[in-house]
């Protein structure tokens, strides 16, 4: 059966953004300059290739996410650290969208209008295996509440945002997980992984 794993960053107080403007909390913001060490580098790439598919709010897309990543891979030809945004590129991807439009002038993508559980369970199909949902923080939120998560890989970056957007909330008090795996990275970013 296939599974859904949400991958984000976060701060170390919980936070997947900051809304104080001189906010220091994130290690890396996706930029050509990669300060990940080489050890998460590794793990990253790993989370990617045993996808299927990715699952991605309309949001998210519209404000770039593809072109950011292809133009990474082209920026990289055969780097094996950059293997991740070769991958966003070649797999097929599933934005949820609330809004109807028309599909996404990207390759490979796909836009799924409906209720949320029925979105995911159709990625699944399509994608014929497991997915990773990158966000946005919208989209992550409505899948934990919606309990449609098999998985968080959360990578807690060595900072505090202060105060922003999270993806937990009260709804959630009720819900458990089981920690799976956790890795110490060098550069000070902490990967956890929780499963149902």
Request: proline fraction near 5%.
């Amino acid at each position: 059966m296939s599974r859904l794993t949400v991958a984000m960053q976060i701060s170390i107080d919980g936070y997947v953004d900051s809304s104080l403007s001189d906010a220091n909390w994130q290690l890396w913001n996706w930029g050509p300059d990669w300060p990940w060490s080489a050890d998460l580098r590794a793990a990253f790439n790993g989370l990617l290739s045993g996808a299927s598919g990715i699952l991605l709010s309309r949001p998210m897309a519209d404000e770039g996410y593809l072109g950011h990543w292809s133009r990474m891979a082209e920026q990289h030809p055969g780097d094996p650290d950059w293997e991740f945004s070769r991958a966003i590129g070649a797999l097929p991807k599933f934005v949820v969208s609330r809004s109807g439009r028309p599909e996404l002038d990207w390759p490979r993508t796909t836009v799924l209008n409906g209720e949320l559980a029925d979105t995911v369970e159709q990625a699944k199909k399509q994608a014929d295996g497991d997915l990773v949902c990158f966000g946005g923080a919208g989209l992550v939120s409505s899948v934990l509440r919606e309990d449609l998560a098999d998985e968080l890989r959360l990578f807690t970056n060595p900072g505090f945002a202060g105060e922003g957007t999270s993806v937990f909330g009260a709804r959630l008090a009720t819900r458990n997980y089981r920690a799976a795996h956790s890795a110490a990275y060098a550069c000070g970013i902490v990967e956890t992984r929780w499963v149902r």
